[in-house]
């Protein structure tokens, strides 16, 4: 698939933080918990695209934790450093989890399998190896990813209405000038990678044909309904 990565890093509007307000940060930050931040223990990198839009591709990191053994949850950023934007979030669960879901639901997650034997689902920094022994597990998982920033348009702000985000499931979907960008600025090797996971194995029930929006678009769309309290219109 040919394409050109429009993706931006735009300038967010707004005064430069204050020194007073650097201050009041640093002295939250030795009197407050961070509980759930603090349990982020992994950065994947990986790719989405919008469920509607195939052609709006974005370099998603994630920042993951568990919260047990068959479900973690991620904050995604456009890029890894202290600059980066949060713009969206992911949900990870099991096989098993999935397939308890309702079929309605099921259509908002996608399969992980080709994202990790791609090798275009990766762990920057980390060994092959060690990588490895977790993307087992990820290939057998699913994904629910909602973006709230649309970056790749150039939005310095996160406008416009959440979106369901949709991920890689066979050759020739990502954009080459966008994998080879990653491949460099990591110096890693997707079609290495691939070689090196061709052992692992996807869900153990093959997947399910309604994840993946069952191979149709999804889009999220704002409807105006009247709103009621107590019984009554408002």
Request: net charge negative; with cysteine; proline share 6%.
């Amino acid at each position: 698939m040919e394409g050109v990565n429009v993706s931006t890093h735009p300038e967010i509007p707004g005064e430069p933080t204050q020194t007073r307000t650097a201050l009041l940060e640093k002295a939250t930050a030795t009197i407050q918990g961070f509980g759930p931040v603090n349990k982020i223990h992994q950065h994947l990198c990986a790719f989405h695209f919008y469920g509607h839009d195939m052609t709006r591709q974005v370099e998603a990191h994630h920042f993951c934790g568990h919260l047990n053994e068959e479900f973690r949850q991620c904050l995604i950023y456009d890029r890894p450093d202290d600059d980066g934007r949060l713009i969206g979030l992911e949900y990870i669960v099991s096989e098993q989890l999935f397939l308890t879901l309702p079929d309605e639901e099921k259509k908002f997650w996608h399969s992980h399998e080709f994202e990790v034997k791609s090798g275009v689902l990766f762990m920057p920094g980390v060994p092959g190896p060690i990588q490895r022994q977790d993307l087992e597990k990820v290939a057998k998982t699913y994904g629910k990813v909602i973006h709230f920033w649309q970056v790749d348009k150039g939005d310095n702000l996160p406008l416009g209405i959440p979106q369901v985000m949709m991920a890689l499931t066979r050759d020739g979907q990502l954009y080459e000038n966008l994998a080879k960008d990653v491949e460099n600025r990591y110096d890693i090797s997707f079609e290495k990678e691939r070689e090196n996971r061709a052992h692992i194995k996807g869900p153990d029930h093959g997947i399910h044909p309604l994840a993946n929006a069952a191979g149709k678009g999804l889009q999220t769309v704002l409807k105006e309904v009247d709103c009621f309290k107590e019984g009554k219109s408002t």
